[in-house]
Structure formats: structure tokens, C-alpha cells
């Protein structure tokens, strides 16, 4: 308990609470901006290094570290799972049947799901199959580098703060263009957006993801909006609509796929394991044994443990039930999808780090949809309770990762965990509901001022697929590309976004080229027994830079929806 007391601390749940409200605000604008969202799991472990730092005069360990990032991190993929599929209700019309209320209570719901099924999969997911998951093990290798160095924090908030300033001269002061280097072309905006977070997320990225990525904005955008119109072969619009039902089908066949050829056979070989696990197990004692023996004290706590677990799902299944209006059976299905889709979530985190929690989301508002009569709003309650379980999980799953690698009390994190749930529960529900008041509903939707392209495609699924063909081909591609080692949910995006914005992104990995290649020059003039941790720190500068570009212009985006939304009330 003194172990646990000593990497659960006071100083470090406050630092995690406040950190946890910045970077979960943050990652609703970045998830509606963007129309994705970057782990922000580094990101979350520079701030804790820093802030411990701060006010401890470097008198904590890594441990201690690890849990308050723990704590920051974790409502990001819970804003994630609420800003991916709510805001196509708004694209739908059905805005005004949201409260704020709603909107926590399926946070809170889907967290708690997600809390619950974490436990349930640590063992195997960490131990038993030592899934890679790569982002948890490079959170481990930043703390240990992060703590060996003491510039991190002024490299992190140099550029927080200036991408901050430079937002709120864009978009507060209007000094500054929105948009570079424009060109009227039919369809398709072209231009250079003038953003630090499109170009630190083309710098995070990296490069053959972004080149996939650029690819699918020039076939989407030139060969397909431009160029079927040219050739007669449809309107404008027509090939809009073409372009971006390719683009949605090609995600969706992609996430797919994840669980077609990454997911089930795990899950099936797991079954086995744990069938012949069990079979061991309960193999009879001999008859000494069984008269001496007490029950054991690991078999009781399973019980009391699993009891628990029950009875936490059962609340979210009534919280369900009372505060979004939906049929109590509705309500058990939901949940129960849940807690199955954060299994295959650990699954896809762990061997790709991709959480497609949007499409898990998808395949239990179809299942809803199947068995049960309710409304389309409820639908969209129903695909957002469970990408946020999916996303908290995936994120646990990871943070738990890096607590392997550093020796870190797993319960330490867990509690870690929910306290940044209800924290992030309530500022993501908070915040989308200050962005919608300040900017209404046709703010919302491809080509507008937040793209939300995985709620759109939620929308859509609810509403109808404008072009069914061309959806379902990108489905086949999709799935087809993924099966081979492509990223084609990357490609899918390109399609789907703004030319601009996947223009402005590619431009950020070109900067990352020309750096790359003044630091190979620069490293060929040194000594080479420094040349490793010159690399290192050059490689640790350009994440912290680009992490701290991402989240000044995001806060400052948030800020000015708050401004907005005040000076609309007065």
C-alpha cells in the first residue's frame, strides 16, 4: 500500500486533473478541426515532467510520473469518442435534443465500461500475449528521457505559446489570413491553411503515412472532382459526393479489416488459451488436499472482483437507460457491445495502435438498429457510449503498457485512470457543448468551419449513403489495402478532407524532410561517439516542438469559443 501511496499522489492527481482539462478540451477542437486525433500520450508525458519538475524541485520518480500522465491523458480518447459521433446528430438537424447532461452521463457510461473491461484485459493483453503496444512502450522510453533532461519544458510551452498567439491573431484579432496562396478552382479549395497544429500533425504523423494521406487528397480532389466533371462524367457535386463516399468507405472498410485480420483470430486463440487454462485449474485435488485446504484467497478475490465488475456495468446500463431515454433492453445491448468492442480495442491498440472506435460504434448502432425500434438521436447515443469506451480503453491499455515497462503499480494507474475519466467526461461534454453554442450546427460537416469527418460519417450511415456504389467500393479497397500492410485508412481520409487541409499537413512533413536532411549534414561534421545522442535529442526536440505547435493553437480555439459563447449570453 506504501508502494502504491507513493506513485498516487496528491501533487500529481491535481497536476493530472489539470493537465487531464486542458489536453481533453483540446483534443475535442483538434478531433473536430482535424477530423482525427493523434495520441496525445507524449504529449501529456512532457507536461507531467515538467509540472512535477515545477513544483517538486526534481524530488519525484518515474513512477510518480507515470500515473499523473496517466491521469492527464486519459479523457483526450473520451472527447474522441463524443466529438467523432455526436456532432452528425447536429449535421442532421437533431442538435436541439442534446443537453450537456446527455452528453456527461454517456461519458461517464462508456468510462466506466471502458474502466471495467480494462481490468478484465490487462492480464492477457500485457502479460499473457505481450502485445507490442507501441505508443505505451515510447511513453515509458520519454519518461526515462525526459527525466534525464531539463529544457523540455521550455522547448514545450515556447511553442505552445506561439502557436497560441499566432491562432488568436488569426482567428480573434483577423490579422493574420486564414488561408495562403488560394487558387478558384471548381470543387475543391486549394490553398495553403495557415495553422501550426496541420503542420505539426503532418510533422507527428511521418512520412510515408503522410505521402498515403496526400495521395488520397490529390485522387479524391484532381482525379476524381476536378477531373469526372472534365471529362463529362458527372457534376460537380455529383463527384463531391463521389470522392467522399469513396473516402468513408475506404475508413470503414479499413476498420474492418482491423478486426477481421488483427482482432477475431487473437480472440479466438485467446478463447482456446483460457479454455485450456481453465481445464488445468480445475483439475480435482487429491483427497488430503481437498480436506485441508481453504478456499483460496486469489479465487475469492476474482469473485468479490467480478461482482464488482458486474454491478459497475449495470450502472451503466441504467445510467443509460434514465438519462438518454433509451429501452432499458436497448441499454444492457449497448453496454454489453461495449465491453465487447473495448476487447477487440485492446487487441487493435496493442498490435497497430489504431483505435478505430468510431467504426466499433458504427457496428453497434447497426446491431441497435436490428433489434430494436428507437430514434435516430438514440442511435447516436448509442455509437458514442461505445467509442468512448473503446477509446478509454485503448488508452488504458496503453498507459498500463508503460507501467509494465517501468515497474509501475497497476492499481495506481487504474485509479489514475478514473479520476481523469469523470475529469475528462465532464470538460469534453462542457466543451463540445460551448463550440456548438458559439458557432451552431452549420458549423459542423465536410467543408465547414470543424470538418468532423468521423461524425459525418456516422451521420451518414444514419441518414443514408448518398452514393451507395461509391461507398461500397471504398469499402473493398479499404479492406482489401489494409489486408496487405497499407494504410489505407490514411487514404481514405485524403479523400475525405479539404484539399487544404491535407495540402498544409504535407507541408509539415516536407519541413520535417528539409530538417531531417540540415541534421544528417550537421551530424556528419561531429565526432561519432556523440553522434547517438545528439540524434536522440534532436529527435526528442522536434516532438516536443511539434506536441507543443498542436496544443497551443487548440487551447487558443477553445479559448475563443468560450469568448464567443460569453459574448453571445451578454
Known amino acids: 500500500m506504501s508502494e502504491l501511496k507513493g506513485q498516487l499522489t ?7 486533473c489539470i493537465g487531464c482539462a486542458v489536453i481533453t478540451a483540446s483534443s475535442v477542437y483538434v478531433a473536430l478541426k482535424m477530423g482525427a486525433l493523434p495520441w496525445p500520450i507524449i504529449f501529456a508525458v512532457l507536461l507531467a515532467l515538467f509540472a512535477l519538475k515545477a513544483v517538486s524541485r526534481g524530488s519525484f520518480t518515474l513512477n510518480e510520473a507515470n500515473v499523473t500522465h496517466t491521469v ?12 467523432f459521433t455526436i456532432p452528425g446528430a447536429w449535421m442532421l438537424g437533431l442538435g436541439d435534443g442534446i443537453t450537456i447532461t446527455q452528453l456527461m452521463v454517456t461519458a461517464l457510461a462508456g468510462s466506466l465500461v471502458g474502466l471495467v473491461a480494462s481490468v478484465a484485459f490487462r492480464h492477457h493483453s500485457i502479460s499473457a500475449a505481450k502485445l507490442e503496444y507501441p505508443l505505451g512502450q515510447a511513453a515509458a522510453e520519454t519518461l526515462k528521457a525526459g527525466n534525464a533532461k531539463g529544457r523540455t519544458g521550455a522547448k514545450l510551452f515556447g511553442a505552445m505559446g506561439f502557436a497560441a498567439l499566432w491562432s488568436f491573431l488569426r482567428d480573434g484579432m483577423k490579422l493574420i489570413p486564414a488561408m495562403v496562396a488560394s487558387l478558384p478552382i471548381p470543387g475543391v479549395t486549394f490553398g495553403i491553411y495557415a495553422s501550426p497544429m496541420m503542420l505539426a500533425v503532418g510533422f507527428l504523423v511521418g512520412t510515408g503515412a503522410m505521402v498515403v494521406w496526400f495521395a488520397g487528397a490529390v485522387i479524391g480532389s484532381f482525379g476524381i472532382v476536378v477531373g469526372a466533371p472534365a471529362l463529362g462524367l458527372a457534376t460537380v457535386e455529383g463527384a463531391q459526393q463521389i470522392a467522399s463516399c469513396l473516402g468513408m468507405g475506404c475508413m470503414m472498410g479499413c476498420g474492418i479489416a482491423v478486426i477481421v485480420r488483427d482482432i477475431i483470430p487473437l480472440g479466438v486463440r485467446t478463447a482456446f488459451a483460457r479454455a485450456e487454462e481453465a481445464a488445468r485449474a480445475s483439475e480435482p485435488l487429491g483427497l488430503t488436499a481437498q480436506a485441508t485446504c481453504a478456499p483460496r484467497p486469489q479465487a475469492q478475490r476474482a469473485w468479490r472482483n467480478s461482482g464488482i465488475a458486474i454491478l459497475a456495468i449495470a450502472c451503466a446500463a441504467v445510467a443509460a437507460w434514465l438519462a438518454l431515454d433509451l429501452p432499458l433492453g436497448v441499454s444492457v445491448a449497448t453496454v454489453l457491445c461495449a465491453f465487447v468492442a473495448c476487447a477487440m480495442s485492446a487487441q487493435s491498440v496493442g498490435q497497430t495502435s489504431i483505435d478505430p472506435m468510431e467504426i466499433f460504434g458504427l457496428i453497434a448502432l447497426f446491431l441497435v438498429a436490428v433489434i430494436a425500434n428507437v430514434s435516430s438521436l438514440q442511435l447516436f447515443f448509442v455509437a458514442a457510449l461505445v467509442a468512448v469506451a473503446c477509446g478509454l480503453s485503448g488508452d488504458v491499455m496503453n498507459d498500463f503498457k508503460a507501467g509494465a515497462v517501468l515497474g509501475t503499480d497497476p492499481r495506481a494507474q487504474w485509479v489514475g485512470q478514473g479520476i481523469g475519466a469523470i475529469v475528462g467526461s465532464v470538460v469534453a461534454a462542457l466543451t463540445i457543448g460551448v463550440l456548438f453554442q458559439a458557432y451552431g450546427p452549420e458549423a459542423f460537416g465536410p467543408g465547414k468551419e470543424f470538418v468532423s469527418a468521423q461524425a459525418s460519417v456516422v451521420a451518414t450511415m444514419v441518414s443514408g449513403v448518398p452514393n451507395m456504389g461509391a461507398f461500397l467500393v471504398g469499402a473493398v479497397v479499404g479492406f482489401a489495402l489494409y489486408l496487405v500492410r497499407f494504410p489505407a485508412m490514411m487514404l481514405g481520409l485524403g479523400m475525405y478532407l479539404p484539399f487544404y487541409m491535407s495540402f498544409t499537413a504535407f507541408l509539415g512533413v516536407i519541413v520535417k524532410l528539409v530538417v531531417d536532411a540540415v541534421h544528417r549534414v550537421r551530424q556528419a561534421k561531429v565526432p561519432a561517439e556523440v553522434r547517438d545522442e545528439r540524434d536522440q535529442a534532436y529527435a526528442d526536440t522536434g516532438l516536443i516542438m ?12 477553445i479559448i475563443l469559443a468560450f469568448i464567443v459563447s460569453a459574448s453571445a449570453l451578454f
Open 10 to 16: 496528491l501533487r500529481g492527481v491535481m497536476i493530472g
Open 72 to 83: 492527464m491523458s486519459s479523457g483526450a480518447m473520451v472527447a474522441g469518442g463524443l466529438a
Open 546 to 557: 511539434a506536441s507543443g505547435l498542436l496544443g497551443g493553437e487548440s487551447v487558443m480555439g
